[in-house]
């Protein structure tokens, strides 16, 4: 007897769906082949499955078992295909009868020997597949049930063991819908763990800090080690505005692709904010691998990526970031097909503005030879650089000094109006689901910020001195604009452009 049951494979967040074919042959007894581009991981299914079955008092059938897994010419990975093997098996051995509506439902999970159920990575965009292609019942590993019941318009069902799943089918015992676990934008709350008024003077800095929030713009800070670099990085993240649920569920599938969704929490509450040390390999860093796996940069979409010792990151990594950051995804592109992972995010950089660290200090001399400093300077790329819209030099505070000075806004205060900027963008880029004036087209900059003849001289004359590249010319105007939000002028002036000028980074 021939079995045929349906699950979803995934292509970075995109959901496929696979048929699983189950037939049984007298020849070859005893054998036991999985067709259709499996992986190493969907092969060893056929030890998992053999046990599972036998300890889920079955009897696992002494034929010829082949399996197939179409379309054939779809990459196939990780052991999420065991459980409906295991269903297809039983069928096609006539120890179960598999119902007529076998077809609204979606199965998948990975078998431990003895019959129960594994959870599996990338849950959340395969329920949303499944959602999307029209299936009704949804029956995965229980510890993947709250993560896929995020879908409303999909029955989750959460299985313990092999055999639960096997007596929903029979219906012997029904296995329990998993009830949503209702999010509503109430329980998504800012950041809170390092409050902007903890940051004493530095004004320029917190500045520059708002603006960056305000337009989603990336950020650069130089200066020597304890100015507070790392300190105002994390302070950031606490005044970006407050994340939608939808925005909430575009970060929850990235993660749940890594593995990184929690069983009791299953959805991402706050925006991310990560933190990547330098030794971090491109594959890491950017996404990429087999299966394709988000990278650091995915996994701060909608978030912030923070890279600490800028210079210190490999040279060729900091080049294959280029792309992302201008265009918000990720391409991974294997001979299976491409498959993109989103990538909004804001860049926080910080770098000593030498190896010793003090070059520029009004108290620490610098040691380094000027070959150095320059070499130390170079490992950045001007196109890197160049998508750099804020370059701020961070002072170190004496600490006498530091503690005179008085507390400043606190975290709340400043997103308040980092969340007015953000209102204003939104409204103005309804039409093009842009969130941000940083993601926009060249076009778009033309349509949204024209300035007049005086401020048009200014721009010109900025851009021989600094000899400014096309896109550094543009970012100048994006960056101009979102101080003009922030400052609720419908016009952007002189000195917004003037402002943005300066945080431009000047080649020397
Ligand atoms: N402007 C400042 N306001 C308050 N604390 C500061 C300031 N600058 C430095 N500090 C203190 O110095 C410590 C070291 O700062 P850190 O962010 O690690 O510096 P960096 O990353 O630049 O080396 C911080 O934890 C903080 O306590
Ligand atoms: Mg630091």
Sequence with gaps: MLARLKTLTLLGLDAEEVSIEVDLHRSGMGRFSIVGLGDAAVQEARERVKSAIKNSNFRFPGMHISVNLAP????KYGPRFDVPIALGILHASG???LPKNIIDMVFLGELGFGGELRPIPGILPTASGAAERGFKDFFCPIENASEAALIDEISVRGAHTLREVCDHVLQIHKIPETPSPGLDASQLSPRNDYDFSHIRGNEHAKRALEIAAAGGHNLLMSGPPGSGKTMLAQAFSTILPRLTVPEALEITKIHSIAGLVDAKQPIALQRPFRSVHHTASGVAIVGGGNPPRPGEISLSHRGVLFLDELPEFDQKTLETLRQPLEDGVVTVSRSSGTCLFPAKIILIAAMNPCPCGFFGDSEKECTCPPHSILRYRSK??????????????????????????????????????????????????????????????SPLVKKYCVVDEQTQQLLRSAATQMNLSGRGYYRILKLARTIADLASEENISLNHVAEAIQYRERKE
């Design 72 to 75: 054939a010419d779809l990459k």
């Design 380 to 441: 950045l790329s001007g196109p890197f650089l160049d998508r750099v819209d804020l370059h701020i030099q961070v002072p170190r505070i004496p600490f006498e000094k530091l503690t005179s000075l008085s507390r400043g806004e606190d975290s709340l205060t400043v997103r308040a109006r980092v969340q007015r900027a953000r209102d204003i963008q939104e409204q103005r880029f309804e039409k093009q689901y842009l969130k941000t004036n940083a993601e926009m087209s």
């Design 95 to 97: 120890q179960i009868r």
